[in-house]
């Protein structure tokens, strides 16, 4: 319980409980008005907990229909724009604001969040100390998408950023997400506020999937109601209620703590400020990597900086790798350059040797997934000649690198070497007998066979590595070994069975929150979902990992989901803008070194182009592909390419 200060300090205690209380602004959505709120404004009013905090509405016009030719529907960059100005005007800079919004005023929210920090108008978002979206159409609404395209609605400017795939959403919540919900605390031009989503259990509007879409598990969940019943609660008991009320309450206690922190002691004297105790680093990896395995992200995310900010080397490698693993290649390169650092007078002992090692290989799987193929091969060759000793520590950091390496080559279709790297990696694995290792091996060795076309070999590899894994506790290897079983059915046309690896695939990543991994399944989804004649489905997920990859700076994703959307674009009709789009996935992947991509892209764009009767044009790009096909010596490209000169 909170102690009462002295009496001599009673006034200014009183005047910052004051301070403490939040105030409250209400967003509502399309064809909405502020009424909406009505039923939650009443019942925290009466509610003894809450009865002194302000409630403010931010109201906008939504028509259905622009009835005046000198009236316009206002934008979301309107409405955003506006919301600042209603915040600036209307709520007092001393109190902490808290913004709760309904449908698409959640987009309109983030629109603002997104606008105020790209432009650095940062005043407005700092006061910001919490942000709750009642089911928020964050991967668009597809409700009556059919009908909305056929009538007047279609030009509706609000209508337009609900539709799923908006590109103007997908980059605000870029921004929501890098500046927002992963703001770095060192850096100026963002800022972290904790955003909290809730959708209801029978809302068809605005389902689950699109509402939580790419934000963090942990800030997610499903309460009772449809869309416009989630808002309208009936008493203080009902699940809306309740969480909004709990959301409050923890704005309250953040707010209040940080006050009492500056409060002098009530003895008289100004009290000695909390001095932190040395850190236990290895209980602080240990949390971090719980957190992490729960898909708590956020929470590993400050454990992981907190223990490396003591400069131990095991927890800046541990560091760099989250960071890797969560799609921040530079800030993982950055940490790596922080343990060489302090590794660069050290001595050499087996400890060293291994750190070094590392270090390079995250280096190394960072610069791969920007694109930068050679650097990359450098660093990992690098991280392999570290490790000389044949004690057991040393052969394991080896057979890490050896497993990227081939990763590395396989990209750069150098296919010989990349086989002779697993096999050295396979040997070390089986006599350390590490059933995840081994079983990550074993997938590398899976993959590189499906590629040579041996799909029994790589069958028999990948249920191999299955049956050493645990999917409780091995969630993102079982998640790998579900892809590339999947992949083997999706070669042999067996559609509805990798549909279903690919869909177990994408859960377990989503437990996990990896963004990279969820892209590719997501990726997966979509290309099965063509072939099965889905495209509305195939092109929300094809958008999704695009959005992903993005987010995560993965050159070589970005490309590979803008392929897979060229060939969606196709099968919609857009004829000529597929064939732009193959021709910059063509060229992106010359750029980056990747003669696979590069030869997949070429054959996509001479089948669009015979079946557009082009022949010369197709006949070009498919003797490139076939050219290619040979050089890398892949044989699903040949069969794919072989199977188009036939036709």
């Known amino acids: 319980m909170y102690r009462f200060p002295a009496r001599r300090h009673r006034s200014m205690w009183f005047h910052r409980r004051m301070v403490d209380r939040p105030q409250i602004v209400f967003v509502h959505g399309l064809f909405s008005s502020a009424a909406i709120w009505d039923k939650f404004v009443s019942l925290l009013r009466n509610d003894t907990a809450f009865k002194d905090i302000d409630c403010l509405r931010f109201e906008y016009s939504t028509p259905k229909f622009r009835l005046l030719p000198t009236r316009k529907i206002p934008s979301f960059d309107d409405l955003a724009d506006r919301l600042r100005t209603f915040i600036d005007l209307n709520c007092d800079p001393a109190k902490p604001l808290l913004i709760v919004s309904h449908s698409q005023g959640g987009l309109i929210v983030q629109r603002f969040l997104a606008r105020s920090l790209d432009s650095e108008l940062l005043e407005s978002v700092r006061r910001i100390k919490m942000v709750v979206m009642f089911s928020c159409p964050n991967a668009g609404s597809d409700i009556l998408l059919s009908l909305r395209r056929v009538t007047v609605m279609w030009r509706h400017a609000q209508e337009k950023e609900l539709r799923p795939l908006n590109d103007l959403v997908t980059a605000t919540r870029r921004t929501?997400?890098?500046?927002?919900?992963?703001?770095?605390?060192?850096?100026?031009?963002s800022c972290h506020i904790p955003i909290f989503l809730y959708a209801g259990d029978t809302d068809n509007v605005v389902t689950s999937v699109s509402a939580f879409d790419v934000f963090p598990?942990?800030?997610?969940?499903?309460?009772?109601?449809?869309?416009?019943?989630?808002?309208?609660?009936?008493?203080?008991?009902?699940?809306?209620?309740?969480?909004?009320?709990?959301?409050?309450?923890?704005?309250?206690?953040?707010?209040?703590?940080?006050?009492?922190?500056?409060?002098?002691?009530?003895?008289?004297?100004?009290?000695?400020?909390?001095?932190?105790?040395?850190?236990?680093?290895?209980?602080?990896?240990?949390?971090?990597?719980?957190?992490?395995?729960?898909?708590?992200?956020?929470?590993?995310?400050?454990t992981y900086r907190r223990a490396s900010s003591t400069r131990n080397l095991n927890a800046l490698q541990d560091y760099s790798r989250f960071q890797r693993r969560q799609g921040d290649l530079a800030g993982s390169i950055h940490t790596s350059s922080r343990i060489i650092e302090v590794l660069v007078d050290?001595?050499?002992?087996?400890?060293?040797?291994?750190?070094?090692?590392?270090?390079?290989?995250?280096?190394?799987?960072?610069?791969?997934?920007?694109?930068?193929?050679?650097?990359?091969?450098?660093?990992?060759?690098?991280?392999?000649?570290?490790?000389?000793?044949?004690?057991?520590?040393?052969?394991?950091?080896?057979?890490?690198?050896?497993?990227?390496?081939?990763?590395?080559?396989?990209?750069?279709?150098?296919?010989?070497?990349?086989?002779?790297?697993?096999d050295?990696?396979?040997?070390?694995?089986?006599?350390?007998?590490?059933?995840?290792?081994?079983?990550?091996?074993?997938?590398?060795?899976?993959?590189?066979?499906?590629?040579?076309?041996?799909?029994?070999?790589?069958?028999?590899?990948?249920?191999?590595?299955?049956?050493?894994?645990?999917?409780?506790t091995d969630s993102a290897a079982m998640a790998s070994a579900l892809s590339i079983r999947g992949e083997v059915a999706y070669i042999n046309s067996r559609f509805d069975a990798a549909q279903r690896d690919f869909a177990k695939a994408l859960r377990l990543n989503e437990a996990t929150g990896r963004g990279v991994n969820i892209a590719l399944s997501q990726q997966q989804l979509a290309r099965v979902l063509l072939e099965q004649g889905d495209k509305v489905q195939a092109e929300i997920y094809a958008r999704k990992a695009l959005d992903h990859y993005r987010s995560s700076s993965n050159a070589e994703g970005e490309v590979g989901s803008n392929q897979t959307l060229a060939r969606i674009t196709y099968s919609n009709g857009d004829h000529e803008l597929s064939i732009t789009m193959l021709e910059d996935c063509v060229a992106a992947y010359n750029d980056l070194g990747n003669l696979t991509g590069e030869a997949w892209s070429t054959l996509y764009l001479a089948d669009v182009l015979f079946k557009l009767d082009r022949p010369a044009a197709a006949k070009a790009r498919l003797e490139r592909a076939a050219v290619l096909a040979a050089t890398i010596d892949n044989a699903s490209l040949r069969r794919a390419v072989d199977k188009l000169i036939q036709l």
Request: charged share 30%.
């Open 346 to 422: 050290s001595d050499d002992t087996e400890e060293n040797r291994v750190h070094q090692s590392r270090v390079m290989a995250t280096t190394g799987i960072a610069q791969r997934n920007l694109g930068n193929l050679r650097q990359s091969e450098k660093s990992l060759r690098e991280a392999i000649r570290a490790v000389r000793g044949d004690t057991e520590l040393e052969i394991e950091a080896r057979a890490y690198a050896l497993d990227n390496l081939g990763i590395t080559l396989v990209r750069s279709a150098d296919t010989k070497a990349a086989r002779r790297c697993f």
């Open 176 to 189: 929501i997400l890098w500046k927002v919900i992963h703001a770095q605390p060192n850096d100026p031009k």
């Open 424 to 472: 050295d990696a396979l040997d070390i694995r089986e006599r350390l007998n590490g059933k995840i290792g081994l079983a990550h091996t074993l997938m590398n060795i899976a993959r590189l066979d499906m590629r040579d076309g041996n799909l029994e070999d790589a069958m028999s590899g990948c249920q191999r590595a299955m049956s050493l894994l645990d999917a409780q």
């Open 217 to 302: 598990l942990e800030n997610t969940a499903v309460i009772k109601g449809d869309h416009s019943s989630v808002i309208q609660p009936t008493g203080t008991e009902d699940e809306s209620y309740k969480a909004l009320s709990r959301r409050i309450k923890q704005v309250i206690e953040n707010t209040g703590e940080s006050t009492r922190s500056a409060e002098p002691a009530d003895n008289g004297t100004q009290s000695e400020p909390l001095q932190d105790s040395e850190p236990n680093v290895e209980e602080l990896l240990r949390r971090a990597r719980q957190y992490e395995a729960e898909g708590l992200n956020s929470r590993a995310e400050a």
